[in-house]
Nanobody, 122 residues
Framework: QLQLVESGGGLVQPGGSLRLSCATSGFILGYYDIGWFRQAPGKEREGVSCISSSDDSTNYADSVKGRFTISRDNAKDTVYLQMNSLKPEDTAVYYC???????????????WGQGTQVTVSS
């Protein structure tokens, strides 16, 4: 069974940093594009970042450019999201997902993790 499990969330002060991990199993990570999405209570899920399987090229939402960095370690079957200079508006449940396109659309991802909570507050 294909599986993705997020970890690394928690409570952090504004301006702080967290690194989220997305551990995968059941498929060859290098064959899939991986996206990070987030959803705050009562709001729609939005794309944050994605990384291509072909050349490790990356894309970022305007709201996180310069602050977040996505990377992958195929040997460890893990994708990371390094989050710096965190703001209260970054508070959300963060999800990783696998698909065949590096896309902002949820429908382009076939496999999803269960999410990890990130709370940015003083």
């Amino acid at each position: 069974q294909l599986q993705l499990v997020e970890s690394g969330g928690g409570l952090v002060q504004p301006g702080g940093s967290l690194r989220l991990s997305c551990a995968t199993s059941g498929f060859i990570l290098g064959y899939y594009d991986i996206g990070w999405f987030r959803q705050a209570p009562g709001k729609e899920r939005e794309g944050v970042s994605c990384i291509s399987s072909s050349d490790d090229s990356t894309n970022y939402a305007d709201s996180v450019k310069g602050r977040f960095t996505i990377s992958r370690d195929n040997a460890k079957d893990t994708v990371y999201l390094q989050m710096n200079s965190l703001k209260p508006e970054d508070t959300a449940v963060y999800y990783c997902a696998a698909g065949l396109l590096c896309s902002w659309s949820e429908s382009d991802y076939n496999y999803w993790g269960q999410g990890t909570q990130v709370t940015v507050s003083s």
